[in-house]
């Protein structure tokens, strides 16, 4: 009786295509680890750097409407703006956008202080309250800048705003 070979040809591509594949499918899968960890560092990096960056335009643009806050009560306090005066506040107001063209919005509330309640609430003239404020018609650095005052006018408050399109003085502009 003629035995059969353990070895055929069947068995020996078998384990020819498991010799290769096998160590095919170690390299594969390493590689597929070191790529994955490579690219969790690289995100985790370049998401620190985009949170970087935007905590330091964020702390620029800050520090910008800090500066212009610090710029109005340095004029006020100096003498050069007088805060009870309406016109030279929307002037100032507006020249502080002016300056600061990544500035939005700034305003001043007028109000005459006559004490303070016993819980600590300020208590204000019932005339002579207004406010005015400057900002930018959109986020554009170079948008219309738009003054609006705020006053009191027969017990109601009136709103009344003004439009200047980039590059017009503080006289200009289109009623609102």
């Known amino acids: 009786m003629l035995r059969r070979p ?14 290769v594949a096998l160590p095919a499918g170690a390299t594969f ?13 690289r995100s985790e990096d370049l ?3 985009a949170a970087q960056q935007i905590d330091e335009e964020l702390s620029s643009d800050l520090a910008v409407a800090a500066a212009s806050l610090a710029n109005v009560e340095r004029a006020m306090q100096g003498g050069v703006l007088d805060p009870g005066d309406p016109d030279a506040v929307e002037a ?3 020249s502080e956008l002016l300056d600061a063209p990544t500035l939005s919005d700034v305003s001043l509330t007028h109000a005459t202080l006559l004490g303070h309640a016993p819980d600590g609430t300020a208590l ?7 406010q005015v404020a400057a900002f ?30 980039p590059g017009e003085p503080l006289s200009a502009g289109t009623p609102e």
């Open 136 to 165: 930018r018609a959109s986020a554009e650095p170079d948008a219309p800048i738009v003054t609006r005052r705020v006053t009191q006018k027969g017990g109601a408050f009136v709103s009344d705003a003004r439009r200047r399109g």
């Open 47 to 49: 998401r620190q750097r």
């Open 92 to 94: 100032r107001l507006f």
């Open 6 to 19: 353990w070895l055929t040809l069947g068995r020996l591509f078998a384990l020819a295509i498991a010799a």
């Open 29 to 41: 899968y390493a590689f597929y680890e070191s790529s994955q960890r490579s690219i969790l560092a």
């Open 124 to 130: 204000l003239a019932p005339d002579g309250r207004w």
